[in-house]
């Protein structure tokens, strides 16, 4: 089940440095909220593929919830709850506002890994074949 994949740790070092910089230097309407939100839970889910050997859509599923439990969270005000409203480091990472416009995202991002992993695959067996 715990096995290194060398693409997957690959692609969530790049795509933490992306969301880094979108983070750090982008502040305007539509890639800091919509973009980061969709690249965020294909970061997710190449960090889990990264070491754990599950099926991509049990992955996709796993990060899938969690964003959507996050979201909900979000919605609870539980950054408020557990008193860190102040700290800049869990407001940006847990957030602090519910959005559908969020969850639209998340559900995008991970049918984008589905459709590529999904096309991988079939990439791999035609290899195979010939």
Not at 6 to 27: D, G, P
Not at 106 to 129: C, D, H, P, Q, W
Request: aromatic residues 14%; contains cysteine; proline residues 1%.
């Amino acid at each position: 089940m715990f096995r290194i994949q060398k693409k997957y740790v690959i692609l969530t070092l790049l795509l933490f440095l992306l969301e880094l910089f979108i983070a750090l230097y982008v502040h305007d309407q539509f890639v800091r909220p919509y973009v980061g939100d969709f690249l965020v839970v294909i970061l997710l889910y190449c960090f889990i593929k990264s070491f754990l050997d599950i099926s991509a859509l049990k992955s996709a599923l796993y990060v899938l919830l969690f964003s959507y439990i996050v979201e909900v969270l979000q919605y609870l005000r539980i950054v408020d709850l557990l008193g860190l409203q102040k700290s800049t480091v869990a407001r940006i990472i847990i957030g602090t506002s519910f959005s559908w416009n969020d969850i639209l995202a998340y559900t995008f991002g991970i049918a984008l890994v589905l459709i590529l992993e999904r096309l991988s695959l079939s990439m791999k067996k035609e290899n195979i074949r010939v």
